[in-house]
């Protein structure tokens, strides 16, 4: 018998595995946040014996190093990664046991792509591989992108990406499992998944790595890459160097006049409650940015690098999920945090802002007023409303002299990024709309939504 666990990291569109047998098992590219995995093996009753990484990530901090310091397992990293901290490494066809009693191995399978070095490892059950976890290579109906490394590589990578994928079909089984890291909703995924599962049998059927001549592939994939989000710049050094062990405990607690004092000095004071609660009332010159959200992703993004943040939440538990979010990105200890009724957190009146639909923007006299998309730009090529002025969130805090006078409605694709944005014209000072929509709406709300 053997088991694999599924460890979702869902704030980042990752996932990490657990897979073992009767005594031992071994974890696949771990989060920072290692208590999650040891609690698995708890619940198992086994030992991490080994811990693996498919790549040095670029999205988020790993937890492997503490991992396999903590519980003396193996760190198996591939040989190719530039790395400064001692591990195992790992060559293409290296075999590892990782359970005796259940005939489990780990079998490595060099798989660049996603970065030169990438290995994907096939856990193989008396000489059948039954599962392969992919990291950033094959995923569910797509790859994982080519272009995070350096864009004089990508081309490269991308037809490396293609020989990888193809090398996967061509010699595991069609009934093996294909269990990515990436691909969930994470900016490393170069498509959006099909499913929650798969195996390199439906692979096969349907991923275009698998059903398309190398050229074609390259081209569609080069032509389809998105935004990168600018803190990754930041995250394959600290991996490279080893992510120091973290450190969950509460912030120090902040009163209105220290929320007050750090807005004054330029500091990110982040409120985490839903857009909702937001808009009706509100710190002025805090952002909002809603911890069921893609929290750690967009903050890390959109804040200064290194920039000193405050946490405003509804609860305890609201802040602690938050924290243990950003930790997985670099952003380890909040300067300073309130919890409970925002009327407690300013000495000042709350701010507030309205908030829309798309038939609402539909039913005003068109004049007077800006319409903001704060869209990528992948999706705005899909369409838009016309005569709306584009800003992509991410770039909107630099690019905030480029929106027109006169108040401003703004929408994404469905709420949540529209109230970042409205939050940031909010506290600069701007007359501002939230949209609180479906963009699918906009077309039936009547607006003119043409493709360019």
């Known amino acids: 018998m053997f088991f694999i666990d599924t460890i979702e990291v869902t704030g980042l569109g990752n996932r990490s595995y657990l897979a073992g047998g009767e005594l031992a098992a071994v974890a696949v590219d771990p989060p920072r946040d290692i208590d999650r995995v040891i609690a698995a093996a708890a619940r198992r009753g086994v030992r991490i014996a080994h811990v693996v990484e498919t790549h040095v990530h670029n999205d988020y901090l790993t937890g492997g190093l503490e991992l396999a310091r903590i519980t003396g397992a193996a760190y198996l990293v591939p040989a190719g990664a530039r ?14 046991e990782i359970d005796a ?15 030169p070095h990438h290995t994907s490892y096939a856990l193989e059950q008396n000489g059948t591989a039954v599962a392969v976890f992919t990291g950033g290579s094959l995923l569910i109906g797509s790859v994982g992108r080519p272009d995070l490394v350096e864009p004089r590589l990508t081309e490269r990578l991308a037809r490396a990406q293609h020989a990888s994928a193809n090398r996967l079909a061509d010699e595991l089984p069609d009934d093996t499992a294909v269990l990515p890291t990436h691909g969930f909703g994470s900016f490393c995924s170069s498509g959006r998944p099909r499913g929650e599962s798969t195996t390199i049998g439906r692979e096969k059927a349907s991923n275009a790595a698998l059903v398309r001549d190398v050229d074609g592939f390259v081209a569609d994939l080069l032509a389809g890459l998105d935004d990168i989000p600018a803190y990754y710049t930041h995250m394959a050094p600290a991996n490279a160097a080893g992510p120091a062990p973290v450190d969950l405990t509460p912030p120090a607690a902040a009163d209105a006049d220290e929320i007050a004092a750090r807005l004054a000095a330029g500091e990110w004071v982040v409120d985490l409650r839903n857009r909702v609660a937001f808009a009706a009332g509100h710190v002025a010159g805090s952002f909002n940015f809603e911890a069921e959200g893609q929290l750690a992703t967009y903050l890390a993004w959109l804040i200064p690098w290194g920039r000193p943040v405050t946490l405003l939440a509804e609860s305890p538990a609201q802040l602690a999920a938050a924290q243990r979010e950003l930790v997985r990105v670099g952003i380890d200890r909040p300067a300073a945090a309130a919890t409970g009724d925002p ?8 701010a507030s802002f309205p908030r829309a639909t798309f038939a609402d923007l539909a039913a005003r006299p068109r004049g007077g007023f800006v319409v903001l998309d704060v869209r990528r730009n992948a999706e705005r090529a899909g369409g838009f409303v016309d005569g709306s002025v584009h800003i992509p969130v991410h770039a909107l805090r630099r690019r905030l002299h480029e929106v027109p006078d006169g108040q401003v409605w703004v929408h994404c694709a469905g709420g949540m990024r529209a109230a970042v944005a409205a939050s940031l014209l909010a506290a600069a000072g701007r007359d501002v709309v939230a949209v609180d929509d479906s963009f699918d709406a906009a077309a039936k709300a009547g607006l003119t939504v043409r493709t360019p």
């Open 343 to 350: 009327s407690n957190w300013t000495r000042d009146e709350l």
């Open 101 to 115: 009693a259940s005939g489990l191995m780990l079998r490595a399978l060099v798989t660049p792509g996603h970065t």
């Open 83 to 96: 790395v400064s901290y001692d591990r195992m490494p790992v060559h293409d066809g290296d075999r590892r």
